[in-house]
């Protein structure tokens, strides 16, 4: 997606050969333009797949996709990384790793909201060991749900998680593929679209 | 706003006399179509006062502040509840209690997203004691920032953060007021919109 390689060319901050922070369009401050345009590129490519809600974890996957879901007509679902007040009963769980955090923490999501019958599109900000991933999967799977694909907007093509997923069969669009942090600079995969 | 009323009565859960579970569509699963609607009404209600940013804090902050700014043409600041990997520098942080759950906890926005230049929009979804609102008015000020006013999806008018706010001078404009959770029901603040 030209518009988002360009946002991140512009904005993006080269943090280490790892690292990139995008902290002024996507995970802190937020370009609600931009966001509409990611929302209509994940309804666009999922269109044709009959989803009935997204799945997305907090916090920032949060604005991608509700601009995705009200292109598409469908409720989100924010899987919480934290216990909250009111979400306490029939909860679906699921371990997500964090290898930068070197911790494990639990994701939630409520059985009241997703069920045998939910064709899903998991969206999420970034991709790179997969861990978060694995965990909406996971929550899915234990819903009975089915999976149409996985939308990120920015993978990160050097990190093992797009591998991970694509060799267990999932579909995954991810809009950016960033292939290498070298010397400070984001090289950009050709190929948008590798499923 | 009579949509939002609407939702309330027709979904939201009353769980005691103080705790009003809207799960369905705001804190939990979202919906987008509500979400606009609430965006352009904060939007229509802030259109003349040149708001250059919205100030938010995540995680249900995040879709109608997204919705407010993609219909007002401005970025959405989240603010963060804990530590990230890549927000690390020149944070501005408010220190806010918990009333529910007991506790205080650091809130905090990068000083980059945000100067005296801004004229600001602070969206919350709930308006209860008023410590996260507070919280928001705190790292405005410390940022130099003027504050146009708070907009609330949901105000707990039996609790003390709409008083204490609008006390201080403070423009607060809540889409819908709960005057009570008696008996399991909701009953609305016949005036929707009480400076």
Redesign the interface.
């Known amino acids: 997606m030209k518009l988002l390689q360009e946002k991140i060319q512009k904005e993006g901050i080269v ?1 280490s050969e790892e ?1 990139l ?1 995008v ?3 996507l ?7 931009l ?2 345009a990611i929302g209509m590129e994940f309804a666009e490519r999922f269109r044709a797949d009959n989803i009935t809600k997204i799945l997305t974890i ?2 920032s996957g ?2 991608p ?3 995705a ?2 292109e598409l ?6 899987a ?1 990384k934290r216990a ?4 306490n009963n029939n909860l679906l769980s699921a371990e997500v790793k964090s290898f ?2 070197k911790e494990t923490n639990t994701i939630s ?2 059985g ?2 997703i069920s045998s019958g939910d064709k899903l599109l998991i969206i999420d900000d970034f991709l790179a060991n997969g861990q978060a991933a694995l965990g909406l999967l996971d929550i899915a799977e234990k819903a009975g749900a089915e999976v149409a694909g996985i939308g990120i907007v920015i993978e990160k093509g050097f990190q093992q998680g797009g591998r991970l997923l694509r060799d267990r069969g999932v579909r995954v669009e991810s809009l950016a593929i960033v292939d290498g942090l070298q010397d400070g600079r984001v090289t950009f995969r050709k190929e948008e679209n590798t499923l």
Chains 1, 2 share one sequence.
């Open positions: 943090l690292v922070k902290d002024s369009f995970n802190h401050q937020v370009d609600p333009h966001m509409q907090e916090s949060i604005a996709s509700v601009m879901g009200l007509g469908v409720p989100v679902i924010f919480r909250s007040l009111t979400l930068t955090k999501v409520s009241d909201f």
